[in-house]
């Protein structure tokens, strides 16, 4: 048995706001068992109550090639998992009073080439900037490391008009969280890795979880960082992500931060949900800002993949579980996902070390829906 796993194997039951619901471990065991034999997941899993774990597991190797196993210092790229930290830095910062998210972002960075575009928008994906991949991607340097500099940069030129005016629709953007981590940085007057360390991880006590400034694999020097594959089904091997020769990119869209540059581990993440509940790190109004939904302009909902949006997070109903605020997170060699039942204060996260396909199958909150 491994050693990751800190409870019996058992059906175990729970009793919030007079509602009795249950949790059997062994059948979240079975699936991820099976989706590990399948290739279909390599990492670890964690299933908190009231911060108390209930069930942990590790599945295969940190380093495929080393044999290495998981262990509670094991560190993963947590990619668009990150987007709710440079969110909740963006929350700090009004915190402060440095800054309004209903405040236009030239207010702050007054090169910004999209007058109308609001802090708020760029965190809700509501801003209509151009779409990156179809508009931006042939025209970058590939023989260079692209990053937030060279994105903002490309938008100063007038080339790229907006797609919509801001707030009419939503549409996923990377670039949108970059601007917001050079917004971070322009306001605080540190960079973005020592901000969030300052103002986020230290106070939450996540002492192994670090903002980078970039993405490939390679430049990071976290240590304990496991190493990140794919899934090859011609060769039924298991291939170093940034090796593969279609995952090229990995290289010249290195230096992006912001939008996925977060490396952390499953315990610091429990201390971030802990956090949050606790309401020091971030007051409790503006946790409640972060996981409220986001009205369009035509008083419809931000909807993204049968959910509505907040600021960074997605946000549904449950009929068992009530509330649920989660994000998942992809890219080469990663995959993420955070899940947060706040009226139940159930927690339940999943770090990989491997790219999975269509990822969203794989979801123990729908596991633990059926056992109810």
């Not at 058992?10 to 059997?24: M, P, R, V, Y």
């Not at 960075?109 to 760029?122: G, T």
């Not at 090796?243 to 499953?266: A, K, R």
């Not at 549904?316 to 649920?324: A, E, W």
Request: net charge neutral; charged share 20%; glycine share 6%.
């Amino acid at each position: 048995m491994n050693k990751f796993l800190l409870v019996l194997l058992a059906s175990l039951s729970f009793l919030s706001h007079g509602q009795e619901f249950k949790i059997d471990t062994s059948k979240v065991d079975q699936l991820l068992r099976a989706s590990h034999s399948k290739n279909r997941f390599n990492g670890m899993a964690l299933i908190a109550y009231k911060n108390r774990v209930v069930f942990q597991q590790a599945y295969g190797y940190s380093n495929i090639e080393n044999q290495s196993t998981f262990t509670d210092s094991t560190k993963f790229q947590i990619a668009s998992l990150s987007k709710q930290f440079t969110s909740f830095g963006i929350l700090i910062l009004e915190q402060e009073n440095k800054l309004r998210i209903d405040e236009v972002v030239a207010v702050y960075l007054p090169d910004f080439p999209y007058a109308n575009i609001k802090i708020r928008h760029l965190m809700s994906h509501t801003s209509g900037l151009p779409n990156f991949v179809n508009t931006m991607w042939k025209d970058l340097d590939t023989t260079i490391v692209n990053g937030n500099k060279e994105m903002i940069n490309m938008l100063k030129s007038g080339k790229y008009p907006l797609q919509w005016e801001p707030g009419d629709k939503f549409e996923y953007s990377d670039i949108g969280y970059c601007v917001l981590a050079t917004l971070i940085e322009k306001v605080s007057g540190i960079n973005f890795k020592d901000f969030m360390a300052k103002k986020l991880f230290e106070p939450a006590n996540m002492k192994n979880t670090s903002a980078e400034f970039v993405t490939d694999h390679r430049l990071i020097k976290a240590s304990n960082l496991s190493m990140g594959y794919v899934y090859d089904s011609t060769s039924n091997k298991m291939e170093i992500a940034y090796n593969v020769p279609t995952n090229n990119f990995v290289s010249w869209l290195g230096g992006f931060y912001g939008d996925g540059s977060v490396v952390s581990t499953i315990g610091d993440l429990l201390k971030w949900d802990k956090a949050l509940y606790e309401g020091k790190v971030i007051k409790p109004e503006n946790i409640e800002k972060a996981m409220s939904v986001t009205v369009l302009n035509n008083g419809s909902n931000a909807e993204a993949w049968g959910a509505s949006y907040g600021l960074g997070w997605l946000l549904y109903d449950s009929s068992n579980f009530g509330k649920v605020q989660t994000h998942s997170g992809g890219q080469p060699g990663y995959s993420s996902r955070l899940t947060r039942c706040p009226d139940k204060q159930l927690t339940i996260i999943l770090l990989s070390n491997m790219s999975i396909p269509e990822f969203w199958k794989l979801n123990l909150l729908n596991e633990l829906e059926r056992q109810q």
